[in-house]
């Protein structure tokens, strides 16, 4: 699966990605994903991420994500997905973002 490149300008191409269109390469898992308009993180999806990618979404995704509204099942599932995937310890940073987001 083709991803963008890890940099700010990249930043809108990762959200569209997983949570507002999904990838060509991946629509055959989104039937299996009914609460998801973008890419489901699916672990072919994760797997073939790369430890920086995997950070950089799960900040992008925890930085933008608008702590007025509830959290959709579809930001959840990502960023639990990313948190399992991602190398320990957490970063810090997203230790950090993480404390916003409800129970």
Known sequence: M??????????????SMTLEE?????????ERF??????PPATSVLSAM???QI???LCALLENWDDDERPSLAFLQWVHS???FADLPIMP???ELLIFIPP
Request: hydrophobic share 35%; with cysteine.
């Open 2 to 15: 083709q991803k963008p490149m890890n940099s700010d300008s990249q930043e809108e191409k990762w959200l």
């Open 22 to 30: 999904c990838a060509e390469e991946a629509k055959d898992l989104a």
């Open 34 to 39: 009914p609460d998801h308009k973008g890419t």
């Open 50 to 52: 790369t430890t920086a």
């Open 55 to 57: 950070h950089f979404l």
């Open 82 to 84: 990313l948190l399992l």
């Open 93 to 95: 940073d997203v230790c």
